[in-house]
């Protein structure tokens, strides 16, 4: 059966999306750690990301640095942190996520944002996505 991330990726779930291309999409996380909060998978199915093969590993860690200087560009933050859990959803993704104060790295704090916030912010991502 195909994975939550894989029907946002077909368009059969609604997502913020913030980029795409051919074997990656990048869309807001709904239950953000931080405004920003983004995650990135490749378009393959695949459960754990050490068992990706080389190359769409290495592209996907290129997509997500492409990501990650947009967010850096659109949301106030000391930095952008990366972590990869894959808890939750059996599919590879990684999360890109806004960086202030520690607790924010550690999915144990969260922020509530509005649609309105949701949209507001997938679009200045996605329109400093180089
Ligand atoms: P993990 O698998 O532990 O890395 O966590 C999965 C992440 O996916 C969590 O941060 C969830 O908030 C996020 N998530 C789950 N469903 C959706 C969805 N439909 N749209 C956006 N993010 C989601």
Redesign the pocket.
């Known amino acids: 059966m195909a994975t939550?991330?894989t029907k946002?990726i077909k368009g059969d779930?609604p997502?913020y999306k913030v980029a795409e291309n051919e074997n990656f999409y990048a869309?807001?996380?709904?239950?953000?750690n931080a405004k920003g909060?983004t995650?990135v998978v490749p378009k393959k199915e695949v459960d754990k990301i050490f068992d990706l093969d080389e190359n769409t590993y290495k592209e996907l860690m290129l997509f997500a640095r492409r990501v990650a200087m947009a967010i850096e560009k659109s949301v106030p933050c000391n930095r952008v942190g990366i972590s990869?859990?894959?808890?939750?959803?059996?599919h590879v993704?990684v999360?890109l996520i806004p960086l202030n104060k520690m607790e924010e790295a550690t999915?144990t704090s969260k922020v509530e944002l509005s649609p309105e916030v949701f949209e507001a912010t997938a679009q200045k991502i996605s329109s400093n996505f180089r």
Not at 84 to 90: A, D, K, M, Q
């Open positions: 939550i991330f946002i779930i997502s869309f807001l996380d709904i239950n953000p909060h995650l990869v859990i894959g808890l939750e959803v059996p993704h999360h999915f």
